[in-house]
């Protein structure tokens, strides 16, 4: 039976299950877990008991409420749930959110910073190669090194621990950058990066040691006590008013099948038309689905026995849903930048990186986990094509350069142990041998057109 994660929407996050996080989605669909788009607002301990955990992908421009926090805070303690924060460059302050009013009664708090590297990065000083994992934790297990785009620091403020720090080289230096906490019978995560599991860019998802990253937060996250509820049959089934109906499954259960009225009223502030044109389209989907849950129960209808088949004589066509035109507007994602002079502005993407970002981090891990494999059309690359890709290696290549260089500083500073020593520059002379090997094999690809 895999294990429920609510992934919020009520709180205008930006990061969504089906427009940026879809990979991580299908990722964990497959490997044990079940995603689901929670609408419920306000949250509460009882909204929240199906799940084993709750996810807060960076709110933006939005703030949960002084009661959800109780509630979840509850849930947390109670009922063993496991709670992740994911935040971005700035903060609540820079994000005009408030994930640190919650995230503070577990002993962590999200600073108003973005965290920058210019010796350590893969290509931009905001996108820093992290390579500090102290102390051992289930989380950072099998982790070699994490890129952490666009993200800010954390700070520790009662029992929280934090498992992964940016480096000496970083601004700022040797900050927490994960943190976990494990109060009562739940347990609580909190990343400065949502970008770092985002869809298809540099640094995200698509990073080697990602992909175990999020398999080992979210395994961790589902605690003893949820798993003793589970096996004593306690967790309650999930509702169709709790998810966005894009997450129902195909054969319609017997509840969503009855007569029964489902409440799906919430609260939401609207300040752009944008953010309303997206809450259009969320209706829509939903009205489409229910659309289609319908037509499948009549063709199940027709083929049953003769008694449920007179149904069919009953049951008018459905008109198709209502096309909700949007206002007449410049089209604006839900995930730009805000104009608020608060915010960090970030610098813009380099040309190396569109060409293909999964080069870049093909040789930082060589413990894989079972991670999701995006096929790509072949075709032959173009000169142009190959000249991009051998500067984004040469870029990656310069960078193991200067992590070898600072690892053999840490050694003869006599903070690096032999056997921690040994097997890192071990790894960094592989994945140095490899990207050359890539660099060469460009060379001659070159050479022939």
Partial sequence: MPYNIAFDIAHKPRGRLDENFTELKDFLNTNGFECYSFLEAPI???SLNPYDVLVFVCPDFSKISPLEISEIINWVREDGGGLLLLSHAGGDRGRNSNLSELSQNFGM????????????????????VIT?????????????????????????????????????????FSSP????????????????SYEIFRDKIGCGFNSDDHASLAFNIFTWLVSEHRLDLRANGEI???????????????????????????????????????????????????????????DKLIKT??????????????????????IIEPPIIEPVSIFEEPSDPTL????????????????????????????????????????????????????????????????????????????????RVKQLKNDIKKTQSKIDDINRDINHI
């Fill in 109 to 128: 708090s999200f600073e108003n910073d973005q965290v920058l590297d210019e010796t350590y990065n893969l290509g931009m000083e905001n996108m820093p």
């Fill in 301 to 322: 209808t027709e083929a049953s026995e003769d008694e449920i088949a007179e149904l069919k004589e009953n049951l008018a066509p459905l008109p198709p849903p209502p």
């Fill in 44 to 46: 509460t301990q009882l």
């Fill in 132 to 172: 500090t994992f102290i102390p051992p934790h289930p989380i950072s297990n099998g982790i070699s090194s994490l890129c952490f785009r666009s993200g800010c620091s954390l700070m520790v403020l009662g029992n929280a621990i934090p498992i992964v720090s940016s480096n000496e080289t970083s601004e700022p």
């Fill in 344 to 423: 960090t502005q970030l610098p813009p993407k380099p040309v190396e990186l569109h060409s293909n970002p999964s080069d870049i981090f093909s040789g930082f891990n060589k413990t894989q986990k079972p991670k999701k494999t995006i096929s790509q059309p072949k075709k032959k690359p173009k000169k142009s094509e190959l000249l991009s890709q051998k500067s984004s290696l040469e870029t990656k290549l310069n960078s193991i350069n200067n992590l070898l260089e600072f690892v053999e500083k840490k050694y003869a500073a006599g903070k690096l142990d032999d056997e921690s020593y040994a097997k």
């Fill in 177 to 192: 950058l994960i943190c976990v906490s494990e109060p009562d019978n739940g347990r609580v995560c909190a990343i400065g």
């Fill in 236 to 294: 309650p089934d999930i509702t169709s008013n709790q998810v966005n109906s894009s997450q129902f499954s195909e054969t319609p259960s017997q509840e969503h099948s009855t007569n029964k009225k489902v409440d799906i009223e919430f609260s939401m502030k609207i300040s752009r038309k944008s953010e309303l044109f997206e809450l259009l389209k969320i209706f829509q989907n939903q009205i489409n689905t229910i659309k289609t849950t319908v």
